[in-house]
């Protein structure tokens, strides 16, 4: 099981930041592609960003120069810092590892940005 913890949602004013964080399993975390995805009431769930294990990282176009993925190997962490934000923003999200035997998601952490 990875466990991952996500935390640092909140409410913010619109052109605000917040920062996300998700700790993970070590055994997992060490091989895993982390990723964010994000769920708004009535829509499909979506990948906001993800890194591998040798930081590539990749972004949805509507959070590209907004928000920025990274991940600490001494804490078993990955983080979302997300500027700017804007009120489509909304939504939870969710953190997300990938190994090549399985996938584990996070409980989900609250975003709202008002506007």
């Known amino acids: 099981q990875a466990h991952l913890l996500e935390s640092g949602g909140g409410l913010v004013q619109a052109g605000g930041s917040l920062r996300l964080s998700c700790a993970a399993s070590?055994?997992?975390?060490?091989?895993?592609?982390m990723g964010w995805y994000r769920q708004a009431p009535g829509k499909q769930r979506e990948m906001v960003a993800t890194?591998?294990?040798?930081?590539?990282?990749n972004y949805a176009d509507s959070v590209k120069g907004r928000f920025t993925i990274s991940r600490d190997t001494a804490s078993s962490t990955v983080f979302l810092q997300m500027n700017s934000l804007k009120p489509e923003d909304s939504a939870v999200y969710y953190c997300?590892?990938?190994?090549?035997?399985?996938?584990?998601w996070g409980q989900g952490t609250q975003v709202t940005v008002s506007s």
């Open positions: 070590e055994n997992i975390f060490s091989i895993a592609t």
């Open positions: 997300k590892s990938t190994t090549y035997l399985n996938s584990y």
């Open positions: 890194i591998t294990i040798t930081h590539s990282t």
